[in-house]
């Protein structure tokens, strides 16, 4: 899964040759906002390609069964993709959720992460001053 910061973003849609100039950003943590199938889905990617991910919703309530499905699906991952080696499907399901956090206060973590990842509600203006309040607690880059 290829991971593209704000940063490089905006210096590829300002200038033609910006892609020249852009430097490489190494994505190493990643804060996924909201916890349903899409944001779930996310972090678990995240996790299982080596990326530290902090998991954020609203509600424990709402983390604990991302978490639990997340848990889920990377057992039948593991199934197949380790069927000679169940052992190694443990280890595996048990390293991908030691990469995942969890959170209900997204403006306390986005301050050192590499790139925040929004998955909520499909509304414009909740996406709009969700990033809003994020931008004044994240990082420039």
Do not use: W
């Not at 809003?132 to 880059?141: G, T, Y």
């Amino acid at each position: 899964m290829a991971f593209v910061t704000r940063q490089f973003v905006r210096s590829v849609s300002s200038s033609s040759t910006a892609s020249a100039s852009a430097k490489k950003i190494i994505i190493k943590h990643v804060t996924v906002i909201g916890g349903g199938l899409m944001g779930a889905g996310i972090a678990q990617v995240a996790a299982a390609t080596g990326h530290t991910v902090m998991l954020v919703d609203q509600t424990e309530d709402i983390l604990a069964k991302s978490r639990k499905g997340i848990e889920e699906s990377l057992r039948k991952v593991a199934k197949k993709k380790f069927a000679e080696n169940p052992k190694a499907g443990d280890e595996f399901v048990e390293k991908t959720l030691n990469s995942i956090s969890t959170s209900t206060d997204a403006a306390s973590v986005v301050h050192s992460t590499d790139l925040v990842v929004e998955a909520i509600v499909e509304n414009l203006k909740m996406k709009n001053e969700l990033f809003k309040r994020l931008d004044k607690f994240a990082s420039e880059s």
